[in-house]
């Protein structure tokens, strides 16, 4: 039987981390578009779902090559949307990480870093620059445009967001780089 | 000849791998070979493993298997100047072993 469950995540580990707790429910992911995810009946733990940021969409050669290598290794591309996709792995067929070591972690958290940093920044000028305008209309015209307002709340409750997630990732990034320099 | 930067150490993932490949494996081999060689310490991930394959076929340190091209499973093989990376990491390794061995575990006897 199919279940479909709406859900918003902006971490991806915390993402993953609820995929897997629903495929040991016996909920296995089959498919995802924007915050839609269509689960199917399986045998309880059947599978480790991991998501990655790829480098280039799926359907680039690159992407294609990877993807291939990875069936390879017994990992199933389930899903995709955009430049993320979903993967999995019978649990039987062992442990299922996509990066063992601090580098490949790094630069995969960079990716999704330079994802975020610019729809920010896009939220956090038209905040300001509809901030700006409802100032003009309050100081010069003493009226409030209801229009405008909503805008600022939007874009500022966006930007803060992603802000926030921002922030996160970052804060990954420096515990592996602090590692680094005593491990490998 | 290797470029004079790369005096450091390898990390232990890029020896296991080119350890691997003295003998033609595909990427599902080495994930294997690694793991069994180091009785299951060191698990490679994937992502992690298809990034250090590029590298090391990009510094010419392993190449692809010729004719490996009807089958899908690409197969590579450890190179001469895969070898002597190998080879010099052995005397840095060495070197450290003999100097830890010397001062911390002489100092445990």
Not at chain 1, 17 to 34: C, I, R, T
Not at chain 1, 47 to 72: C, H, M, V, W
Not at chain 2, 14 to 31: A, E, F, N, R, T
Not at chain 2, 82 to 107: D, H, Y
Request: net charge positive.
């Amino acid at each position: 039987m199919r279940h479909i469950v709406w859900k918003a995540y902006m971490n991806h580990e915390k993402e993953e981390k609820w995929l897997n707790e629903m495929s040991a429910k016996g909920m296995a992911l089959v498919g995802y578009s924007w915050c839609r995810y269509v689960f199917e009946d399986s045998p309880k733990a059947e599978y480790t779902y991991r998501i990655e940021l790829l480098k280039d969409l799926p359907g680039n050669a690159e992407s294609r090559a990877y993807l291939q290598f990875l069936q390879q290794t017994g990992i199933e591309h389930v899903a995709s949307y955009l430049r993320w996709v979903y993967l999995r792995k019978k649990r039987a067929e062992g442990q299922f990480d996509l990066y063992s070591d601090a580098d490949s972690k790094i630069s995969h958290y960079k990716r999704i870093l330079y994802l975020w940093i610019p729809i920010m920044l896009l939220n956090l000028m038209a905040f300001i620059s509809n901030g700006l305008h409802v100032l003009d209309d309050i100081l010069h015209h003493g009226r409030v445009f209801g229009g405008n307002l909503i805008c600022i709340v939007l874009n500022g409750f966006f930007a803060f967001l992603i802000l926030w997630m921002i922030i996160v990732y970052l804060r990954k990034v420096q515990k592996l780089r602090a590692e680094k320099r005593i491990h490998e | 000849m290797p470029e004079s930067m790369e005096r450091g150490a390898l990390t232990e993932a890029v020896l296991y791998i080119l350890l691997s490949l003295y003998s033609p494996l595909h990427g599902y081999g080495i994930m294997q070979n690694v793991s069994e060689l180091s009785g299951g310490r060191v698990v490679l991930g994937a992502g992690t493993l298809y990034g250090a394959i590029n590298t090391l076929v990009e510094k010419n340190w392993i190449e692809p298997l010729e004719g490996a091209a009807g089958n899908r499973r690409k197969e590579y093989i450890i190179t001469n100047t895969g070898k002597a990376a190998v080879a010099q990491e052995i005397v840095r390794l060495e070197e450290l072993l003999r100097n830890a061995t010397k001062i911390a575990a002489g100092g445990l006897k």
